[in-house]
């Protein structure tokens, strides 16, 4: 697919010369290089509320919101007071720090069951070391992950992941030793008898199942009623444990991510693991659970996890301000939001004719192009991704940036006033006659 633009994208276009020379694909994140979509990626020059702005000078409504980070919009005020006197007292000290403590106490003060957390640097390094405490804690080896579900690059969590991963169809990753691969049993979504065959089958080699809490990564797909409290049960009589990730769905699906909404009925998960909007923006995630089992890291225990820069002041200090910041009102507006953009698409969509069914996981959303439901990985492949490539161009032409894949969920912000609102269902009609124009 080449881009028609009409916009100026010269600097970007010489940007990305540039970057191919010194950067694989000239990318520091696979998606970021518009593969699947075709054309030139945009190279941002700045971002405020929910706009973003190209070194080419073209604004956009930002519907990627970092994928998923700045969830109270780009440069907020109180984030950027608290990382400013951050940095102000220096930018890592290798040493505790006072934040971090904050930082913690307000994550278990969110998710009940979260006793105890650590803090790292990325969801990756946060699944990773969930991976290793959970086998450190069941002494046994094996994974159980979910097709379209991503939990980062981890060795063992590549399988048949969401994401990229999903975006370029890849199996899974070079470069994994079979010994590695070997120990994930992959399953498909939603699926409660493929989950009691693989218990029934290796149920005393599972260390634990990890699962999204509600899968965003290969477009939202929300457990089906009973799935989630499957994988809590067969977990909990066959020893495993339960990881639940929530890198994406943390503070954002409510204060208490996917579990503040549904995670009372289905069962307390072992493990949990954050990152994106507990960061605002700044390299930091977490993971944590039970206390018996955090007591179990070093240096109180024998599984071992460390971080130089984990923890670090100033990203810690603009999480901190980002959970602060999501008050009721904020989690009402991006309702508000996503309800409005998600109902303009199905209003063009149907007038058009255009096949598609919106997906949610409280205000995370999605957009499949197939008129079927989507309950797993192989459903979302079935989609019309052609027909969600020549969708994004005409919005990107129109000045909104959506995620450049149709294996995403859409972002909104707390910061998505009523004028970025209205330039979306504005380039709806246009990009929907691109959509039917093939
Ligand atoms: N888990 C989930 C559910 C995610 O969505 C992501 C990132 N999209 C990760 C883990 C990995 O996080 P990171 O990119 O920060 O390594």
């Given at each position: 697919m080449t881009d028609r633009t009409t916009q100026p994208t010269a600097r970007s276009t010489a940007l990305l010369e540039r970057a191919r020379t010194v950067i694989p694909g000239g990318v520091n994140s696979p998606v970021r290089a518009f593969r699947a979509v075709g054309g030139t990626p945009r190279f941002m020059a700045s971002a405020t509320g929910p706009w973003l702005t190209d070194v080419d000078g073209n604004r956009y409504v930002?519907?990627?919101?970092?994928?998923?980070?700045?969830?109270?919009?780009?440069?907020?005020?109180?984030?950027?007071?608290?990382?400013?006197?951050?940095a102000g007292r220096g930018f890592s000290f290798g040493t505790p720090s006072e934040n971090e403590v904050a930082l913690a106490e307000e994550i278990v003060a969110r998710v009940e069951p979260v006793e105890q957390v650590r803090l790292v640097s990325s969801g990756t390094e946060a699944t990773m070391s969930a991976l290793r405490l959970a086998r450190g804690a069941t002494r046994?080896?094996?994974?159980?992950?979910?097709?379209?579900?991503?939990?980062?690059?981890?060795?063992?969590?590549?399988?048949?992941?969401?994401?990229?991963?999903?975006?370029?169809?890849?199996?899974?990753?070079?470069?994994?030793?079979?010994?590695?691969?070997?120990?994930?049993?992959?399953?498909?979504?939603?699926?409660?008898?493929?989950?009691?065959?693989?218990?029934?089958?290796?149920?005393?080699?599972?260390?634990?199942?990890?699962?999204?809490?509600?899968?965003?990564?290969?477009?939202?797909?929300?457990?089906?009623?009973?799935?989630?409290?499957?994988?809590?049960?067969?977990?909990?009589?066959?020893?495993?444990?339960?990881?639940?990730?929530?890198?994406?769905?943390?503070?954002?699906?409510?204060?208490?991510?996917?579990?503040?909404?549904?995670g009372e009925q289905d069962g307390a998960p072992d493990l949990f693991t954050f990152g994106k909007v507990m960061g605002g923006g700044f390299p930091a995630a977490a993971f944590g659970g039970r206390a018996d089992l955090m007591r179990l890291l070093a240096p109180e225990g024998p599984v071992y996890q460390a971080g130089t820069l984990s923890g670090n002041p100033i990203a810690t200090a603009a999480g901190l301000a980002t959970l602060q910041g999501c008050t009721d009102e904020v989690y009402a507006r991006l309702d508000t939001v996503a309800h409005a953009i998600a109902g303009g698409v199905s209003?063009?969509?149907?007038?058009?004719?255009?096949?598609?069914?919106?997906?949610?996981?409280?205000?995370?959303?999605?957009?499949?192009?197939?008129?079927?439901?989507?309950?797993?990985?192989?459903?979302?492949?079935?989609?019309?991704?052609?027909?969600?490539?020549?969708?994004?161009?005409?919005?990107?032409?129109?000045?909104?940036?959506?995620?450049?894949?149709?294996?995403?969920?859409?972002?909104?912000?707390?910061?998505?006033?009523?004028?970025?609102?209205e330039q979306v269902l504005r380039a709806l009609p246009a990009a929907a006659r691109a959509v039917t124009a093939s």
């Open positions: 930002d519907l990627i919101c970092s994928w998923g980070p700045m969830i109270l919009g780009h440069a907020h005020p109180q984030v950027e007071a608290a990382v400013r006197e951050a046994r080896n094996k994974v159980v992950k979910f097709a379209g579900c991503y939990h980062g690059h981890v060795d063992a969590l590549l399988a048949q992941a969401g994401s990229g991963v999903a975006t370029f169809a890849l199996p899974d990753s070079a470069g994994v030793p079979e010994s590695n691969a070997h120990d994930t049993i992959v399953l498909p979504y939603n699926d409660i008898a493929a989950l009691e065959t693989a218990f029934a089958e290796h149920g005393a080699e599972i260390a634990c199942v990890i699962t999204e809490a509600s899968p965003g990564n290969m477009g939202v797909v929300p457990p089906q009623p009973g799935f989630t409290a499957a994988i809590r049960r067969l977990t909990r009589e066959h020893g495993a444990l339960m990881i639940s990730d929530e890198v994406m769905t943390g503070f954002r699906c409510s204060r208490a991510g996917w579990f503040g909404l549904e209003e063009t969509f149907t007038a058009a004719g255009i096949p598609h069914v919106i997906q949610w996981a409280g205000s995370m959303f999605s957009v499949f192009f197939r008129d079927q439901p989507v309950r797993s990985y192989a459903d979302a492949q079935a989609q019309d991704t052609a027909a969600f490539g020549r969708f994004f161009h005409a919005m990107l032409e129109q000045g909104v940036h959506l995620p450049p894949s149709a294996f995403e969920a859409w972002f909104v912000s707390a910061a998505h006033d009523d004028q970025a609102v």
